[in-house]
Structure formats: structure tokens, C-alpha cells
């Protein structure tokens, strides 16, 4: 397991767990008894995080396959795909929904792109690289992965874990 979320809900009988794994899966349980409910397939390679939406009517998922699946948790087509976004090479290594607009972050092997859902578009990518000491004959950027992300309380910023031990900070306004 990769990756855990838990979706909103007032009602504990209805509130599930999702799982990401190595299996190119979703899963989904009850949290009362841990019952196995769905697993939700569209992946062709390791899934390396899922996420929940903050009205819990929505899942994303992403991994290896450089696809980010949003995953229907309400209504009759429940635990199905409702929209696929192709990051083309990009691995995708974490996902965070704003806390106060339908958009959806994700740091990749190349930086970070986010994604406003109701207009199914990439809405801004970020670049996580840092020039190379201008000492240095060569003129290669090292790009760090971004491994890790999430929004500030109010959506303003997004905040970057990198694989070379640093956090970058960006604003985002719409």
C-alpha cells in the first residue's frame, strides 16, 4: 500500500478507506468493518497516491503510468472514472486537492501541474528545478523530483517537498 485516504462523511457506515498499491489499483473499504467494497481499476502501472476530495464526492489517483483518474464516490456509478488526465512521461508521486477551489495538485518526477476539474484542464505547472551553481561549467538544471505536496488552509500557496531535502513554496491566484 502506497497511499491510504479516508472520505468525509457524517455517517460512520459511510465512510470509506481508499487504498493505492503496487497492484496498479484503488481499493475501497468500509471503515466500520473493513470490509472489502470495490477495486477500482484504470491504471497500467503502480498507483503511487490517492486523495479524496474535501466534499467527499470525488478520488484521485495517480502513479507510475503519468495518468491522474478522478473517481466517482456518489450516486449509481459509484467507484467508476468520471475524468482521466494524461501527464504524458511524468510520474506522479503525490496529489492534494485545494481546500478551497475544484482544482487538484500533483508533484511529479518533473515538477508540479495543477489541474482545475470542472474544466478538465491543466491550469498552471510549476518547475521545482534550481539553476546549477553558476561556477559550474555546465549549463544542465538539476530538476528534483517533487515528491510530496499540499495546499496552505486558505489555497494560496502550495507547498513542494523535493527529493534534494527542501520545500518550495508557490502562489497560486486564479
Known amino acids: 500500500v502506497t497511499s491510504v485516504a479516508i472520505t468525509p462523511s457524517e455517517a460512520a457506515e459511510e465512510t470509506l478507506v481508499l487504498s493505492a498499491g503496487w497492484?496498479?489499483?484503488?481499493?475501497?473499504?468500509?471503515?466500520?468493518?473493513?470490509?472489502h467494497v470495490a477495486d477500482m481499476e484504470a491504471h497500467t502501472g503502480p498507483v503511487n497516491s490517492v486523495v479524496v476530495s474535501p466534499?467527499?464526492?470525488?478520488?484521485?489517483?495517480?502513479?507510475?503510468?503519468?495518468?491522474?483518474?478522478?473517481?466517482?464516490?456518489?450516486?449509481?456509478?459509484?467507484?467508476?472514472?468520471?475524468?482521466t488526465f494524461d501527464c504524458g512521461d511524468h510520474t506522479?508521486?503525490?496529489l492534494a486537492f485545494c481546500p478551497t477551489r475544484f482544482w487538484l495538485a500533483a508533484a511529479t518526477n518533473k515538477g508540479v501541474i495543477v489541474f482545475d476539474l470542472p474544466a478538465e484542464a491543466a491550469v498552471a505547472e510549476f518547475d521545482v528545478a534550481e539553476p546549477v551553481d553558476?561556477?559550474?561549467?555546465?549549463?544542465?538544471?538539476?530538476?528534483?523530483?517533487?515528491?510530496?505536496?499540499?495546499?496552505?488552509q486558505d489555497g494560496a500557496k502550495l507547498f513542494v517537498g523535493c527529493a534534494d531535502n527542501t520545500i518550495r513554496t508557490f502562489r497560486c491566484s486564479q
Open 92 to 94: 506522479i508521486n503525490a
Open 134 to 152: 553558476a561556477e559550474v561549467e555546465e549549463v544542465k538544471r538539476f530538476t528534483p523530483a517533487a515528491a510530496s505536496i499540499a495546499w496552505s
Open 55 to 83: 466534499d467527499g464526492t470525488v478520488a484521485a489517483s495517480a502513479g507510475k503510468d503519468g495518468k491522474v483518474c478522478l473517481w466517482k464516490l456518489t450516486g449509481e456509478d459509484k467507484f467508476t472514472v468520471s475524468h
Open 23 to 35: 497492484d496498479n489499483k484503488v481499493k475501497a473499504f468500509k471503515l466500520l468493518d473493513g470490509s
